[in-house]
């Protein structure tokens, strides 16, 4: 059955910060300048917001630029951060850092603390206002090529396809949406981004992207113990026990809502790692504990994040389209920041695209004026500032964060210093043979502040159609037994942080690999963490996945 085509001047897959801004900024170019562009989001979730998971505390920067205005048209944007706090765990006490220690960076006063789903529903409904139009439930699977190698568009993954191949009744072939620009926002590791950075080499000559996994939970607390405004980030304690690396947020906001979440950095060494379980730990701290007995977990999710920095973006553009956002890379690491900075690269994006159209492009260049622009902006500025921090870590946690204040207090006197870290190794070169490493004991949920991770996948509302191929792709299917479990004890059962993939008994006594497809919340850490690189992670039918509500 031959495939239905779209034609647009802009595609943009993802439905995220970055990409619903460039969409934005598109449609007030075209309204200033009279010339009409026509717009097209795709979003893999089953609506605007539904795969979002972010902490969050947002610098408004970005979104005075995109939408001045935006208090008087509702944002979902009300708790400014009135108490900040950080402190160094230790167990079973902690040490707060004066705040005057802090490189003014790190200050979050002038913030808003949010569920950056809500907001992102928030810039749907501005960008539908403006003439967008936007197709979520429908996942981008291929990028489609002219005949002299530029980007076309893209298509959209099949639906009505069963585990075994053939098609049922309810098949429907993919859609083409062809454009003359092609803007690629899908977040971390999203699988068309993957693709063009083999196609055009795009990685060459920049460092290893960095990664940490970001597990969140929301919860409701007693009124009580619930302090409008108040940030506590924390380093230190469970993760200095496994000689991992991280950290966690806590973020009071709205009706006594505490999202509260926990970062591991996926360079770590021992693969018997459990991040969820170093997470649920974590929570029995006394200096958490208090504010969350007594409450309700109502959500959780987990999401990658990029936090290689600076030296680790790939280029930005290719024939026919560019990367933005997650896709690209621009969260700042010691902010846990990367909101503004992506809405940031969307609308210089846009606006490079839509001075390319204006002047009678049909899309077949590169857009060279946006990374142009981009290193002139304040995003560069942001992540400059910082580009130190992240690999300064290699010395360890307490050294390198003490060099990565230094560094960035260098910044705030006006004292640039001048050289630049690097990262040297990707993430899943990093694991030590389990022969090596001490099994890791990680003590029983308790019920009230710690949790198993079935429960924990039953509050990110996934769900995946069962009867469909499994969209984790083994490359090899003998590696998980064959090699993964006598060398590393198989470590996707523990980084995995919704019980995807298990080693079982089989019916002839030998062990076999398990992939739970459909419990599958969409993180990607599988794909960046495993040490064989087998395991590739392709979209399943659009709308599948998790369904955050506030996240």
Same mark, same amino acid.
């Given at each position: 059955m031959s495939r239905e085509s779209m034609e647009y001047d802009v595609v943009i897959v993802g439905g995220g910060p970055a990409g619903l801004s460039a969409a934005i900024r598109l449609k007030q170019l075209a309204a200033e300048h009279g010339h009409e562009v026509s717009v097209c989001v795709l979003e893999k979730g089953s609506e605007i917001g539904a795969h979002i998971l972010s902490g969050a505390v947002i610098d408004p920067i970005g979104l005075n630029e995109l939408i001045p205005d935006w208090k008087e048209k509702d944002a979902p944007i009300a708790t400014q951060v009135t108490d900040d706090r950080f402190l160094w765990l230790t167990q079973p006490s902690s040490i707060r850092f004066p705040n005057f220690t802090m490189p003014r960076l790190m200050d979050n006063h002038g913030n808003y603390i949010v569920s950056l789903g809500n907001v992102c529903r928030w810039l749907g409904q501005q960008a539908e206002a403006l003439g967008v139009e936007i197709y979520p439930g429908f996942a981008a699977a291929e990028v489609l090529y002219n005949e002299d190698g530029s980007v076309k568009g893209v298509a959209t993954g099949d639906m009505g396809i069963a585990k075994d191949g053939h098609h049922k009744d309810s098949y429907t072939p993919g859609m083409e949406l062809h454009a003359k620009y092609t803007l690629i926002a899908e977040g971390v590791r999203g699988s068309l981004a993957k693709m063009l950075f083999e196609k055009f080499k795009l990685r060459d000559g920049v460092d290893p992207q960095k990664f940490g996994i970001g597990l969140k939970e929301l919860w409701e607390v007693p009124k009580d113990k619930h302090q409008p405004g108040l940030v506590v980030h924390t380093q230190g304690?469970?993760?200095?026990?496994?000689?991992?690396? !991280? $950290?966690?947020?806590?973020?009071?906001? =709205?009706?006594?809502?505490?999202s509260i979440g926990f970062v591991v950095h996926l360079n770590y060494e021992n693969p018997y790692v459990s991040p969820f379980d170093e997470f649920q730990r974590f929570k029995t701290h006394p200096d958490v504990r208090q504010y969350l007995e007594g409450g309700k977990r109502i959500a959780y999710g987990s999401r990658a994040i990029n936090e290689g920095g600076i030296q680790s973006i790939p280029k930005l553009t290719f024939p026919g389209g560019a990367l933005i956002g997650c896709s690209a890379g621009f969260v700042n690491v010691p902010r846990i920041k990367g909101s503004h900075n992506a809405m940031k690269s969307g609308m210089l994006a846009a606006e490079a695209a839509f001075e390319a159209l204006k002047n009678g492009s049909q899309g077949r260049d590169e857009l060279t004026t946006y990374p142009a622009a981009l290193r002139q902006s304040w995003l560069w500025k942001d992540l400059d500032k910082v580009r130190?921090?992240?690999p300064a870590l290699k010395w360890g946690t307490l050294v390198g964060t003490v060099y990565g204040g230094f560094d960035m207090w260098m910044h705030d006197l006006g004292m640039r210093l001048p050289w630049t870290l690097h990262h040297?190794?990707?993430?899943?070169?990093?694991?030590?043979? *389990?022969?090596?490493?001490?099994?890791? *004991?990680?003590?029983?949920? =308790?019920?009230?502040?710690?949790f198993d991770k079935l429960s924990s996948v039953f509050l990110s509302a996934t769900n995946h159609e069962e009867d469909q191929p499994v969209h984790?792709?083994?490359?090899?299917?003998?590696?998980?037994? !064959?090699?993964?479990?006598?060398?590393? *004890?198989?470590?996707?059962?523990?980084?995995?942080p919704a019980g995807v993939y298990e080693?079982?008994? !089989?019916?002839? $006594?030998?062990?076999?690999?398990?992939?739970? *497809?459909?419990?599958?919340?969409?993180c990607k850490t599988c794909d960046i963490k495993d040490p064989s690189q087998n395991i590739n992670w392709t979209v399943p039918e659009g709308g599948g996945g998790p369904n955050y509500s506030s996240m």
């Open positions: 304690w469970p993760l200095t026990e496994s000689g991992t690396q !991280g $950290g966690s947020f806590m973020y009071h906001y =709205d009706e006594n809502l505490v130190n921090v992240k040297h190794k990707a993430d899943f070169e990093t694991l030590k043979p *389990a022969s090596e490493c001490k099994p890791i *004991a990680y003590p029983r949920p =308790d019920g009230v502040v710690s984790l792709k083994l490359k090899d299917p003998s590696i998980p037994i !064959g090699v993964n479990l006598p060398k590393w *004890a198989e470590p996707a059962q523990r980084y995995c080693v079982v008994d !089989g019916d002839n $006594g030998q062990k076999r690999f398990q992939i739970n *497809a459909q419990n599958c919340v969409h």
